[in-house]
């Protein structure tokens, strides 16, 4: 039993990695999302000069894409370079790893969800049936009418 205070607090803690965290970056998965990164930030580039091109020869809807294309490309390498630093806080046990968390979200009963955690419980109440109020009663009413007035729609246009 004197073991398993330290042995507890070992298995909380995050593996230690077996060499430098910035490994990854050279995977082969992701030198392929490197290249496509690189390949997509050169290509809105020519858009917006393509664009641009078009533009000086009269098209004026042209000028909106000229400067829409290399907004787009920023937008990819802030897009990129917060994907490789929430990457490098996961490899360092800074942030929560999301299969693991999506893993533990497939473990709950169904309808429940992380962000519906609250009981009546933990509200004040002794329990969902015990002192049930009258207008949160008839306020679930109306939500199960509601959900259930809308359980097939857009079945016939193929959303669901």
Excluded: C
């Excluded at 787009?72 to 990129?80: D, K, L």
């Excluded at 990457?87 to 992380?114: K, N, S």
């Excluded at 306020?139 to 729609?153: D, S």
């Amino acid at each position: 039993m004197e073991n398993a205070g330290p042995a507890h607090a070992a298995a909380t803690e995050a593996p230690a990695p077996d060499g430098p965290v910035w490994r990854f970056l050279i995977q082969p998965r992701w030198l392929g999302w490197h290249l496509l990164m690189v390949v997509s930030f050169w290509g809105m580039l020519w858009l917006g000069d393509w664009q641009f091109h078009r533009a000086l020869a009269g098209n004026a809807l042209s000028w909106a894409y000229t400067f829409e294309w290399p907004l787009f490309s920023g937008f990819a390498v802030v897009f990129w370079a917060k994907t490789i630093r929430d990457e490098f806080r996961i490899r360092r046990g800074q942030m929560p790893d999301p299969r693991e968390v999506a893993a533990e979200a497939e473990r709950l009963p169904a309808g429940v969800t992380g962000s519906m955690q609250v009981s009546s419980v933990q509200a004040g109440a002794g329990s969902p049936d015990e002192g049930e109020d009258e207008e949160l009663s008839a306020y679930n009413a109306y939500l199960a009418r509601l959900n259930a007035e809308v359980k097939g729609h857009g079945r016939r246009h193929g959303l669901r």
